[in-house]
């Protein structure tokens, strides 16, 4: 699977969106992008995932850059709940294919 | 919405003794998972298990390891001999063919 590299950590506003950008330089071309996030010590959850696309569902938006090589999730209203631990994961839909957790970004929403 | 549950919430437990974690996947999940996260750091895969089978394990799950699915609704992860540095929290994970893994809140295992 492809290594990601996100920032460490990042505040945001509540209300306002937040960006979280993702590297992924060497995605090769049948591995998606994953992103989960882990509030506290609770499971990691599921958010999204993209091929190329960008993608859109209840909780985020995925934005893809062309080339592939990095991504951005976006969280449109940020709320004090969504101060969690943020996985970019990369990795091919192969059956029975585990998930490879790097640092994550610690996003702490301040009100 | 269906959850993957786990029990117990927190093991605590002497060194040197056997452990059995339990996990109740979503009900029509054929893909079972075990990972663990040491207390402030990562989120570690330990293995995969399918068709009543193993279909890949990290170089954590040595032979003190080891999982089943006794009846067809749990799926258990057993430390035979449990050592300080086993102690973490150990999560649960389940899918669907071409679905994502739904994590269950974890076992927090206390090895004394």
């Known amino acids: 699977d492809a290594k990601t590299t996100q920032p460490t950590s990042m505040d945001c506003a509540e209300g306002r969106a937040a960006n979280l950008p993702c590297n992924h330089s060497?995605?090769?071309?049948?591995?998606?992008v994953y992103w989960y996030r882990q509030i506290h010590s609770q499971g990691p959850q599921y958010i999204i995932h993209g091929l190329k696309n960008n993608e859109t569902n209840e909780m985020a938006s995925l934005i893809i850059t062309e080339d592939r090589k990095s991504s951005t999730l976006i969280l449109p209203h940020a709320t004090l709940r969504d101060t969690a631990v943020y996985y970019c994961?990369?990795?091919?839909?192969?059956?029975?294919?585990?998930?490879?957790f790097g640092g994550g970004t610690r996003v702490l929403v301040k009100p | 919405e269906p959850e993957v549950t786990q029990t117990p919430s927190h093991q605590v437990t002497q060194m040197g003794q056997e452990v059995i974690l339990r996990c109740v996947p979503i009900?029509?999940?054929?893909?079972f998972y075990w990972y663990r996260q040491i207390l402030g750091q990562k989120v570690e895969f330990l293995v995969s298990?399918?068709?009543?089978?193993?279909?890949?394990k990290s170089e954590i799950f040595d032979d003190q390891f080891s999982v089943e699915r006794p009846d067809g609704s749990n799926f258990t992860l057993k430390i035979r001999s449990t050592k300080l540095e086993d102690s973490a929290m150990y999560f649960c994970?389940?899918?669907?063919?071409?679905?994502?893994?739904?994590f269950g809140p974890g076992t927090r295992l206390t090895v004394t």
């Open positions: 994961i990369v990795r091919s839909q192969a059956a029975g294919n585990k998930l490879t």
């Open positions: 994970a389940s899918r669907r063919p071409g679905d994502e893994q739904y």
């Open positions: 060497t995605i090769s071309g049948n591995e998606y």
């Open positions: 009900s029509n999940h054929l893909y």
């Open positions: 298990f399918y068709n009543n089978e193993i279909s890949e």
